[in-house]
């Protein structure tokens, strides 16, 4: 009996040896568990690549390309300033950068200005003439006036002194001045004489040429006397400039 279950247990042994082999066998020796084991490390992998689809939609690897985008928006609106500013100054420049004020600039003349000759009390022997501009547009008063008392055949000398550094321009409504030593004051002059005309000459943009129709103010009814050493300042923007020589 004893021996029996001797054999029985022997038998069950054997038995449960050739499975666990057959079970060994099948899993390739604990290969297969180690794949398990590698397919396990693997997936975290994969779902930390996972992210990288998401970072399209808007995660850390997108900020950059956002920081473009908005660095490529901020050129586009500094390129559109850009072309504003050109716009801006296209329309205070006429688009080529000259003044527009500039442009509406003429010459004074006889024809939109008013002029007197009024002899002054101080300096000694001197009168004013006196130019206002009586049109629309500003105007530019050239070098320095050509004078002609009656019908005198030369030209008063100008004081080269008197030279400003830039053109007189006046203004609609305003004035410019032009001074006139009529006589020596010592007496060193010669041929004086006592006039009962004037005459005002406007030069243009170059010496010596017309500026336009002269004007003929009136003197005193007395006259106005001088002599040789009749001389006249440049135009000047005020009047104590003009009488300063």
């Known amino acids: ?128 003439i006196t130019v206002k501009n009586t049109g629309s547009r500003p105007c530019d008063l050239t070098y320095y006036p050509v004078l002609r008392f009656d019908e005198m055949q030369w030209a008063p000398r100008a004081v080269e002194d008197s030279k400003p550094q830039a053109v007189v321009g006046i203004a609609p409504g305003e004035s410019a001045y032009a001074g006139v030593l009529l006589a020596s004051a010592d007496g060193s002059g010669d041929g004086g004489t006592t006039a009962r005309k004037l005459t005002v000459g406007f030069q243009g943009m170059t010496p010596n040429s017309s500026g336009g129709p002269a004007a003929t103010p009136s003197l005193p009814a007395k006259g106005v006397y001088y002599d040789s050493t009749l001389a006249v300042t440049y135009w000047q923007q005020s009047m104590d400039d003009a009488l300063a020589y």
């Open 1 to 128: 009996m004893r021996t029996s279950r001797i054999r029985l247990l022997a038998a069950t042994g054997v038995t449960l040896a050739a499975l666990a082999l057959t079970a060994c066998q099948g899993d390739g020796t604990g290969t297969k568990d180690e794949g398990a084991s590698q397919s396990t490390a693997t997936a975290p992998t994969g779902t930390a690549a996972e992210p990288s689809p998401d970072a399209d939609g808007g995660t850390a690897p997108d900020g950059p390309s956002r920081a473009g985008g908005d660095g490529n928006t901020g050129g586009g609106k500094a390129a559109a300033g850009g072309s504003d500013s050109g716009s801006g100054s296209a329309g205070t420049s006429a688009g080529d950068g000259t003044d527009v004020s500039s442009t509406a600039r003429v010459v004074c003349n006889g024809s939109h200005t008013t002029v007197t000759a009024q002899p002054v009390p101080r300096p000694l022997n001197h009168m004013l």
